[in-house]
């Protein structure tokens, strides 16, 4: 009997550490316990996914401009045969396939600007060929929200329906695909994926310098928020600087980090407004290499979800500059739920009190979170275990039957 074919599906290698976290989990997975599986991606950035995990892949859309703004008529025309052409591609690709899993990510929401006809259509069409073709589609840990605009919507809940398996990264996801009609009913809730990534050993970790981390992002607020992104991105990028001054003032070294290539440019500003020797920034190119900036820091603060995921992975006393709810389930399933902050509204003379009160706690909150640490890692290893029985005994008949 030959290998079982295994794909995986996403924006992928596209600059989003979080995204390709993610993947790697999966791929640790399926290497311990399926090393003959004959794994490829279908993905954003194809080049990366290639060269940084050693698996084939295929780019994501036909058309390269697919994420970029359509104004001219020959942009416009090139995006409308894409959708046509990547029904055919998409198809091709999951034919070849037993199983195609979905690794994490935020798949299911919007809490990020998104248009239907872009990453939910891909979605769509992952889904319904996958039910057409009888290979069996897993989402497996992604992040769900609820939806207002209607066509997002519904890609989203069809997407869903079809799909041969689905868990999901908190229980607030499950509920928000609940509440837009989808049987949930034996659907289960894990921890994100990225927590069963390998943590820096107590070893590696060196004594305090009193350093913070502080995690930015190019935030411009949500898919219910486009009328007022840029004062929302004005007012955050106001509040970080404010708030890494007032650190600096207080002889503070500030190591600025990011979590997807598009916050390079917040960093910058910060780095031009602040000019101060004190702060820093560095180049993390995985959540590994975040996951050991944030293990070497007495504390940190951070905006985007695979940030927070990092610095509470690592243990280290973490302050939530919450963009969504799922940032808030996150630091409370740790036990840190206290300590979140609204993005949207950054109010630095509070943003300073709460992370002066996450200080004085240090110690009681890094044993919180070893002691959750350990609940997570059981938890992921039960994920992997279900996937082991829900998809892969399945996708052996299914193949031998093919062939």
Same mark, same amino acid.
């Given at each position: 009997?030959?290998?079982?074919?295994?794909?995986?599906?996403?924006?992928?290698?596209?600059?989003?550490?979080?995204?390709?976290?993610?993947?790697?989990?999966?791929?640790?997975?399926?290497?311990?316990?399926?090393?003959?599986?004959?794994?490829?991606?279908?993905?954003?950035?194809?080049?990366?996914?290639?060269?940084?995990?050693?698996?084939?892949?295929?780019?994501?859309?036909?058309?390269?401009?697919?994420?970029?703004?359509?104004?001219?008529?020959?942009?416009?025309?090139?995006?409308?045969?894409?959708?046509?052409?990547?029904?055919?591609?998409?198809?091709?690709?999951?034919?070849?396939?037993?199983?195609?899993?979905?690794?994490?990510?935020?798949?299911?929401?919007?809490?990020?600007?998104?248009?239907?006809?872009?990453?939910?259509?891909?979605?769509?069409?992952?889904?319904?060929?996958?039910?057409?073709?009888?290979?069996?589609? %897993?989402?497996?840990? /992604?992040?769900? +929200?609820?939806?207002?605009?209607? #066509? !997002?919507? $519904?890609?989203?809940? =069809?997407? *869903?329906?079809?799909?041969?398996?689905?868990?999901?990264?908190?229980?607030?996801?499950?509920?928000?695909?609940?509440?837009?009609?989808?049987?949930? %009913?034996?659907?289960? /809730?894990?921890? +994100?994926?990225?927590?069963?990534? #390998? !943590?820096? $050993?107590?070893?590696? =970790?060196? *004594?305090?310098?009193?350093?913070?981390?502080?995690?930015?992002?190019?935030?411009?607020?949500?898919?219910?928020?486009?009328?007022?992104?840029?004062?929302?991105?004005?007012?955050?990028?106001?509040?970080?600087?404010?708030?890494?001054?007032?650190?600096?003032?207080?002889? =503070?070294?500030?190591?600025?980090?990011?979590?997807?290539?598009?916050?390079?440019?917040?960093?910058?500003?910060?780095?031009?407004?602040?000019?101060?020797?004190?702060?820093?920034?560095?180049?993390?190119?995985?959540?590994?290499?975040?996951?050991?900036?944030?293990?070497?820091?007495?504390?940190?603060?951070?905006?985007?979800?695979?940030?927070?995921?990092?610095?509470?992975?690592?243990?280290?006393?973490?302050?939530?500059?919450?963009?969504?709810?799922?940032?808030?389930?996150?630091?409370?399933?740790?036990?840190?739920?206290?300590?979140?902050?609204?993005?949207?509204?950054?109010?630095?003379?509070?943003?300073?009190?709460?992370?002066?009160?996450?200080?004085?706690?240090?110690?009681?909150?890094?044993?919180?979170?070893?002691?959750?640490?350990?609940?997570?890692?059981?938890?992921?290893?039960?994920?992997?275990?279900?996937?082991?029985?829900?998809?892969?005994?399945?996708?052996?008949?299914?193949?031998?039957?093919?062939?």
């Amino acid at each position: 009997m030959s290998a079982v074919r295994v794909g995986v599906f996403g924006l992928l290698g596209s600059g989003n550490l979080g995204n390709d976290g993610s993947l790697e989990a999966v791929l640790g997975y399926l290497r311990t316990e399926h090393p003959d599986a004959v794994v490829d991606a279908l993905c954003g950035g194809p080049e990366v996914v290639k060269a940084r995990y050693g698996i084939e892949a295929t780019r994501l859309h036909w058309y390269g401009g697919e994420y970029r703004t359509a104004s001219r008529a020959g942009a416009i025309a090139g995006k409308g045969l894409g959708k046509l052409v990547d029904i055919v591609r998409t198809a091709s690709w999951v034919r070849r396939h037993d199983v195609v899993i979905v690794p994490g990510m935020g798949v299911l929401e919007a809490t990020l600007p998104l248009r239907p006809w872009g990453f939910p259509y891909a979605l769509f069409l992952l889904c319904a060929t996958g039910r057409l073709f009888r290979t069996r589609v %897993a989402l497996v840990g /992604v992040g769900a +929200d609820a939806i207002r605009e209607r #066509p !997002t919507r $519904a890609l989203v809940r =069809r997407s *869903a329906r079809l799909a041969a398996y689905r868990s999901y990264r908190d229980t607030l996801s499950r509920d928000a695909m609940r509440a837009m009609g989808v049987d949930t %009913a034996r659907d289960r /809730v894990y921890p +994100d994926l990225a927590f069963a990534l #390998p !943590t820096p $050993a107590e070893g590696e =970790r060196p *004594a305090s310098t009193g350093l913070v981390c502080v995690g930015v992002m190019d935030f411009h607020g949500g898919n219910d928020d486009r009328a007022r992104a840029e004062e929302i991105h004005r007012r955050y990028l106001d509040g970080m600087t404010r708030f890494v001054r007032a650190l600096v003032a207080d002889g =503070r070294p500030v190591r600025l980090l990011t979590g997807d290539s598009c916050d390079s440019p917040v960093v910058a500003a910060i780095l031009d407004a602040v000019d101060s020797p004190l702060v820093t920034a560095a180049e993390a190119s995985s959540l590994a290499d975040l996951t050991k900036e944030m293990a070497g820091a007495d504390a940190v603060v951070a905006t985007r979800y695979h940030n927070l995921v990092c610095a509470l992975k690592a243990g280290t006393p973490t302050l939530a500059l919450s963009y969504a709810a799922k940032s808030d389930a996150l630091m409370e399933r740790m036990g840190l739920g206290a300590y979140c902050h609204p993005a949207r509204e950054v109010d630095v003379d509070r943003l300073l009190e709460q992370f002066r009160e996450l200080e004085k706690r240090a110690g009681e909150l890094r044993q919180t979170l070893a002691e959750q640490n350990l609940i997570v890692t059981g938890q992921l290893d039960e994920q992997f275990r279900e996937l082991n029985s829900a998809l892969f005994p399945a996708a052996g008949r299914a193949h031998q039957e093919t062939r």
